[in-house]
């Protein structure tokens, strides 16, 4: 069973930045695609960013391109997020995710990070 465990979450203040990180006890991350959703208090979960197995390509969310960027590396079976230039709205708690497909719904994910944004 795949497990993942994210870590980097905790309160920013708009304007800032901060680094998620997501460790997945996998035999290999080589079939999966990985990324990122979130989850508001009160909202639907969304999804954030997400990279490919081979040649990867990523994707972002509307909101958070040009301000988040995703990365991932097989040896190490990690991916993190990047996510500069926070606004209150980015306030959520972010899960780490694998998926048979970027676009398809995740076949599991992590606890949970906290990531509060505000002054």
């Known amino acids: 069973q795949v497990q993942l465990v994210e870590s980097g979450g905790g309160l920013v203040q708009p304007g800032g930045s901060l680094r998620l990180s997501c460790e997945v006890s996998?035999?290999?991350?080589?079939?999966?695609?990985i990324g990122w959703f979130r989850q508001a208090p009160g909202k639907e979960r969304e999804g954030v960013s997400c990279?490919?197995?081979?040649?990867?390509?990523?994707w972002y969310e509307t909101s958070v391109k040009d301000r988040f960027t995703i990365s991932r590396n097989n040896a190490r079976k990690r991916v993190s997020l990047q996510m500069n230039s926070l606004l209150q709205e980015d306030t959520a708690v972010y899960y780490c995710?694998?998926?048979?497909?970027?676009?398809?719904?995740?076949?599991?994910w992590g606890q949970g990070t906290q990531v509060p944004v505000s002054s």
């Open positions: 996998a035999y290999t991350l080589d079939y999966y695609a």
């Open positions: 990279i490919s197995v081979s040649t990867p390509s990523t």
């Open positions: 995710a694998i998926y048979a497909q970027c676009g398809r719904e995740a076949v599991g």
